[in-house]
Nanobody, 126 residues
Framework: QLVESGGGLVQPGDSLTLSCAAS????????IGWFRQAPGKEREGVSC????????NYALSVQGRFTISRDNSKNTVYLQMNSLKPEDTALYYC?????????????????????WGQGTQVTVSS
């Protein structure tokens, strides 16, 4: 089971850190991805990280603002989000997959991810 936390209501320019914790299995054998879905829009990939944390990918819309990291000793993956914008408002999900794809076009395809959390809401509004 994957459980996201850390979402909330913030103002533009603020920061948030999302967490994705696993229970019942060890995350260190899985690549982890963060996705988001805004109302009326398709789910889109935000960032992903390889099993060992040595490779990452970011959507162009978040590059330079978001940072993904993992602490396998805590069985947790993080998404640090800085300089948040209203267009970042969405339900954020984490997902797990045993394979990390270096090609973002592939890695950000939601259909390739095996396990999903329930999501945590991020709302950016003044």
């Amino acid at each position: 089971q994957l459980v996201e936390s850390g979402g909330g209501l913030v103002q533009p320019g603020d920061s948030l850190t999302l967490s994705c914790a696993a229970s019942g299995f060890s995350l260190d054998s899985y690549a982890i991805g963060w996705f988001r879905q805004a109302p009326g829009k398709e789910r889109e990939g935000v960032s992903c990280i390889s099993e060992g944390g040595d490779a990452t990918n970011y959507a162009l819309s978040v590059q330079g603002r978001f940072t993904i990291s993992r602490d396998n000793s805590k069985n947790t993956v993080y998404l640090q989000m800085n300089s948040l914008k209203p267009e970042d408002t969405a339900l954020y999900y984490c997902a797990a997959n045993p394979t990390y794809y270096t090609d973002a076009t592939i890695s950000f395809n939601p259909k390739l991810w095996d396990y999903w959390g329930q999501g945590t809401q991020v709302t950016v509004s003044s």
